[in-house]
Structure formats: C-alpha cells, structure tokens
C-alpha cells in the first residue's frame, strides 16, 4: 500500500521556469489538497479538491495553479518559478468520515534560483 | 478564520522526563478537530494523537495525551518518559467539523530530547 505518493523528492528550478509537482494516492480518497511548509511559518494551505474536477484555492493560492482530472491525482503547476516559492511542498489526502485524518505524502524540497 | 499558536519555538527536555506543549486556538466554531503532529529530521508528517472538540475526555496514545480546555481554547501536548526518537518538530493543527478536510497549522515547536 503506496499512501500517497509525491515526486520529485528534490528540485532545483531557475527563476521563470515552470515545472509540475506530482501527487497521486491509491486509498480512492476524495479529498486531496496541497501545502507548503516554510521555515517558521508551519504549514499552508495551497489549493484543495474535493473530488474529480473540483478544485479550490486555500491560503496562499497565487503563482499556483492545480486540476483533477481523476481521483488519484493531484499534481501542482508552478507556470513561472520565483524564489519566493522556495519551499517544501506536501501533499495530503483524506477519506469521507468522521476520523478527519490526513495522510502526508514525504514532501517536495524545491529551490527556486 | 482560525487561528493557531504556538507559542514555544524551542523546548528541550531529558530522556525519560516529561514535557507540555503549548497550543491555543482561536475560533467561533463549537464542532471541530484538533490534531498534534510530530515532523522527524525525515520530514514525514505523522499524526500523534487528534481530539473531537464534543468530546470531553482528553485523547491519549500511549505516551502521549492532551489537556483539552475548550473554554481556553487551548490544547497542550504532553509527552511522557521521554525518548531520543521523540526528537522532532511538532504542530498543532486546527479541522472545522463541517464538512472541511483543511488544516490550519500552528507555526510549531522543536523539541529535543537530551540523552
């Protein structure tokens, strides 16, 4: 049993680079959704969707852009990298239910240059 | 929107002692979950132990539990017989109960645990 699964671990981007963060899980979980973690700034929400073709803009949504076109999937675009966006990326996805319970996937380090 | 704090950076504490930390919330919610997470040099998020806001009784796992003070809007952690592999960062983390599967994080505490 994956869980959920992100690639790259590790990326370097040059400034206006654009690139795609995967994220896919095999629990047929319908909520999926993406955070970036900076260093004194705990974790935050990006985008989330709760299911196949809904999609919606968390905390800090600018500069990111997200679809889902199947329940396993859940990939980030980044159309023009800035340094700004130096950080780790984590993906997460939940079951219906009452346990409320997130499962991580073990994060994207990505380094804007 | 909900906020959470942490109001601990930096806590050390030695092995096989006990240590609390500290989380307030603040939010108009009255159903909702709150979640202590423990982040390892791995960075691997795992989940420690998660509390219903209508439940009264504090949650445990082991050597883990709350105090759960919902009056306060605060939520401890307290870790007993402390171990080297508890070492880590933790954060506190707030769910709203309604139909919401988003965590609002707190900004985190490092603990290290001292042999």
């Known amino acids: 049993n994956a869980g959920v699964t992100q690639t790259p671990k590790f990326q370097v981007l040059k400034t206006g680079q654009s690139m795609t963060l995967q994220c896919a899980q095999d629990?047929?979980?319908?909520?999926m959704s993406w955070y970036r973690q900076d260093p004194g700034m705990g974790l935050r929400l990006i985008h989330y969707?709760?299911?196949?073709?809904?999609?919606d803009q968390g905390e800090v949504p600018n500069g990111y852009n997200v679809s889902r076109s199947t329940t396993e999937d859940f990939p980030l675009r980044l159309l023009s990298a800035a340094p700004s966006q130096t950080s780790v990326y984590f993906c997460?996805?939940?079951?219906?239910?009452?346990?409320?319970?997130?499962?991580f996937g073990s994060g994207t380090q990505l380094s804007v240059l | 929107a909900q906020t959470v704090t942490q109001s601990q950076p930096e806590m050390s504490v030695q092995e096989a002692e006990t240590v609390t930390l500290s989380c307030t919330y603040d939010?108009?919610?009255?159903?909702?979950?709150l979640f202590w997470y423990k982040q390892p040099p791995s960075r691997q998020m795992i989940l420690v132990i998660r509390?219903?806001?209508?439940?009264?009784q504090n949650a445990t796992e082991n050597r883990f539990s709350v105090n759960f003070q919902k009056a306060a809007k605060s939520f401890s952690l307290k870790i007993s017989d402390s171990q080297l592999g508890d070492t880590a960062m933790y954060f506190c983390?707030?769910?709203?109960?309604?139909?919401?599967?988003?965590?609002?994080f707190g900004k985190g505490t490092k603990l290290s645990v001292i042999p």
């Open positions: 509390q219903e806001a209508y439940k009264q």
């Open positions: 983390a707030f769910m709203t109960g309604a139909g919401s599967y988003q965590l609002t």
């Open positions: 629990m047929n979980h319908e909520y």
């Open positions: 939010t108009s919610e009255n159903n909702y979950y």
């Open positions: 997460a996805s939940s079951g219906q239910g009452g346990k409320k319970k997130l499962f």
């Open positions: 969707s709760v299911g196949a073709g809904i999609t």
